[in-house]
Nanobody, 128 residues
Framework: QVQMVESGGGLVQAGGSLRLSCTAS????????LGWFRQAPGKELEGVSC????????FYADSVKGRFTISRDNANKTVYLQMNSLKPEDTAMYYC?????????????????????WGQGTQVTVSS
């Protein structure tokens, strides 16, 4: 059974930092793209950042470029999202995902063709 478990969310003041972690079980991640997504109340789910299985160039949404950094640790089946200079508009439920198919090119919006395995989410709240 595949599981993706996020941690690291919480309440932080504007300008602060958080580091999200997501650990996978029940699958190997070495050949899969991994990503972070978020959904704010009343808004659609959006791709925040994703990292290819090749270790090549990662994708960042324009709204987080220069503030967020994604990384992966294949040995520990974990993907991280370091979030700095947080803003109130970053407030959302954050989800990690792993592509169901292996060896895919990274999609421009981080959603994988063929679907993704999803975690339950971790809440990030940024106060002004």
């Amino acid at each position: 059974q595949v599981q993706m478990v996020e941690s690291g969310g919480g309440l932080v003041q504007a300008g602060g930092s958080l580091r999200l972690s997501c650990t996978a079980s029940g699958l190997t991640v070495d050949e899969r793209n991994l990503g972070w997504f978020r959904q704010a109340p009343g808004k659609e789910l959006e791709g925040v950042s994703c990292i290819p299985w090749t270790g090549g160039t990662s994708f960042y949404a324009d709204s987080v470029k220069g503030r967020f950094t994604i990384s992966r640790d294949n040995a520990n089946k974990t993907v991280y999202l370091q979030m700095n200079s947080l803003k109130p508009e970053d407030t959302a439920m954050y989800y990690c995902a792993a592509a169901k198919q292996r060896f895919l090119p990274l999609s421009r919006n981080c959603f994988s063709p063929g679907g993704d395995y999803w975690g339950q989410g971790t809440q990030v709240t940024v106060s002004s």
